[in-house]
């Protein structure tokens, strides 16, 4: 079992950065592929980013692309998402999550961190 919490969340201008930070505990995360989703008020969870076990291949949601960047330390079980230049529309409850086998099933996933970002 794989418990994830993340932080980072908050308030920001638009424009500005946040970096959203998931601690994983229970089991190492090295060999999962490990996932940013959002959810924003009224609107389905939607993709934001994921990034196979050795951190090396990454994908991004469109809307995020240029702009987010996944990363994760296996040494420490984290993963973290910097996100720059962030826009209104961007504001969303953000979740983390674990997939154990890389079939984008997601076993595992956190309980979310806010970001509000005001025009």
């Known amino acids: 079992q794989v418990q994830l919490v993340e932080s980072g969340g908050g308030l920001v201008q638009a424009g500005g950065s946040l970096r959203l930070s998931c601690a994983a505990t229970?089991?190492?995360?090295?060999?999962?592929?490990m996932g940013w989703f959002r959810q924003a008020p009224g609107k389905e969870r939607e993709f934001v980013a994921r990034?196979?076990?050795?951190?090396?291949?990454?994908y991004y949601a469109d809307s995020v692309k240029g702009r987010f960047t996944i990363s994760r330390d296996n040494a420490k079980n984290m993963v973290y998402l910097q996100m720059n230049n962030l826009k209104p529309e961007d504001t969303a409850v953000y979740y983390c999550?674990?997939?154990?086998?890389?079939?984008?099933?997601?076993?595992?996933w956190g309980q979310g961190t806010q970001v509000t970002v005001s025009s």
């Open positions: 999550a674990a997939d154990r086998t890389g079939d984008r099933e997601y076993d595992y």
């Open positions: 229970g089991r190492t995360i090295s060999s999962y592929t």
């Open positions: 990034s196979r076990w050795s951190g090396l291949i990454t």
